[in-house]
């Protein structure tokens, strides 16, 4: 049952900080967002940290996200019953407690494993972690493609807390579907497709490292638990066999080509790691792992199917006759590009640049959000009864414009719902939560936003969230 559905929980959130204060306690994770960061840092390793926080290129359009907030001024006002406030809002016909989802975030377990001077946890540990969170506070969470746990064992966790899956359309047209299919049997209420990521950013935090998770099979538990995905290690590792003649080693490294198990050159102790960790990673006891080939033939295949860059607009009708589900497309920061998604079939739009991890110097997410809003706006007068409905929606109601990228603080959650998001999805703080206090760090961050969101409400005088609007900016 949500914990935080309830009235005023910014009042209750910040007593709480103080009682304990009394007693000497800490709050369990920092408030404020640049100690948060800081204190991740100094617990995460230098890879693990470099891709969760990391950007492309000089890190342009992370600063962006950051810094264009303040070019958004919310005005207070006064004199305004606000003794009772209430978060809960509605999205996708669900009764939510707070505008606010977790963020897909991929490879979550280097938040819990890849730690400086404590015991990490097991990779399958982190999702579980956040699920926990979720559900005490009754918030959806979006589980990434990219996961570090398996979907059905995050759904299990979840329980009956409200969950979306975040779809990386693959270039096997099967394993697409077998997502898809596996995502509604787990209970996931949407699909939410990426599209920005067809192909990866230069992310130099993780270039300069060498270091992408994915080669040392971290982050691909949806795949290597799929059983499409299966086939196509298994139809990879026979071909091997067939073309050598001979069962192929696995002892070669991350990326080899078979030619590279017989070279002079003796292996690296970073070779040697990444293949314990592709053993580790692969369903199976881990010695037998490093005398198959299976482990390397997982990652080798992952790297060859993850993405697509030859998709347009008109695929979108080949997934939506796939699935009964609402479908949400993620990365849009033009009005056109909106309104083209919502032309071929899209339930919902997700304003996102990735956290700024894909194009350097690109648009602020947040100065996206308004051209955006008002294109789907106008979009779905001109296409339903002018009330943002459209009759041929999965969902009946509105059209949902959701935020995402650069959202630290619940005064971020304010302007983008002043602008016109319907609810924002929360990324790293909550990754940094994570890292710092495994369950009780994720759900602390979340309270501490949700707070104050509830108290910047009241100084603004609003007392529900869909009173929030653009009279609440010095526009």
């Not at 342009?60 to 209430?86: C, K, L």
């Not at 299976?294 to 993405?307: D, G, N, Q, Y």
């Amino acid at each position: 049952m949500p914990t935080h559905g309830g009235i005023n929980i910014g009042r209750t959130v910040q007593s709480a900080i103080y009682r304990n204060g009394v007693y000497g306690r800490r709050p369990t994770v920092p408030t404020d967002p640049d100690a948060l960061a800081a204190a991740a840092r100094r617990r995460m390793t230098r890879t693990g940290w470099s891709y969760v926080a990391g950007g492309a290129g000089a890190q342009r359009t992370v600063a962006a996200n950051r810094e264009a907030f303040g070019r958004y001024r919310i005005v207070p006002r006064q004199m305004v019953d606000v003794g009772e406030r209430s978060l809960s809002t509605t999205l996708l016909g669900r009764e939510l407690p707070a505008p606010v989802l977790f963020a897909p975030v991929g490879a979550l377990e280097l938040a819990v494993q890849h730690q400086r001077g404590s015991r990490a946890a097991a990779p399958r540990n982190a999702e579980p972690a956040l699920a926990r969170a979720a559900r005490d506070l009754g918030l959806p969470v979006v589980i990434s493609s990219q996961a570090s746990t398996p979907m059905e064992d995050t759904a299990a966790a979840l329980g009956d807390s409200p969950r979306w899956f975040q779809l990386y359309w693959s270039s096997d047209d099967a394993l697409v579907e077998s997502f898809v299919s596996r995502a509604e049997a787990g209970g996931c209420e949407a699909i939410v497709v990426t599209l920005d990521t067809h192909v990866l950013g230069w992310r130099t935090a993780d270039l300069d490292l060498g270091y992408l998770p994915f080669a040392r099979a971290e982050g691909i538990a949806q795949y290597l638990s799929d059983p499409v995905f299966r086939g196509l290690v298994e139809a990879r590792v026979e071909g091997a066999a067939s073309a050598s003649g001979a069962a192929p080693s696995g002892a070669a490294g991350p990326g080899a080509d078979a030619d590279d198990a017989t070279s002079s050159d003796r292996p690296t102790a970073a070779a040697v790691r990444s293949l314990l960790s592709m053993a580790r990673h692969h369903p199976g006891p881990t010695l037998r792992n490093l005398t198959q080939p299976h482990a390397r033939a997982a990652v080798e295949t992952f790297l060859e199917v993850f993405s697509r860059s030859t998709l347009t607009w008109a695929d979108l009708a080949w997934l939506r006759e796939r699935t009964t589900l609402p479908i949400l497309v993620k990365g849009i920061q033009h009005p056109d590009d909106a309104r083209a998604a919502l032309d071929h079939g899209a339930d919902g739009i997700v304003v996102s640049n990735h956290g700024g991890r894909q194009i350097d110097n690109a648009i602020a997410s947040i100065d996206a959000l308004g051209p955006v809003v008002d294109a789907v706006r106008k979009w779905s007068g001109a296409s339903g009864s002018g009330t943002g409905a459209r009759a041929d929606a999965v969902v009946p109601g509105p059209v949902p414009v959701l935020f995402d990228s650069g959202v630290r603080t619940g005064a971020d959650a304010f302007t983008a719902l002043a602008l016109g998001a319907d609810a924002v999805l929360l990324g790293r703080p909550w990754v940094y939560g994570l890292a710092l206090a495994g369950a009780d760090g994720v759900r602390a961050v979340a309270e501490h936003v949700l707070a104050e969101l509830d108290l910047t409400m009241a100084l603004a005088g609003v007392s529900g969230t869909d009173q929030i609007g653009r009279h609440n900016l010095a526009l």
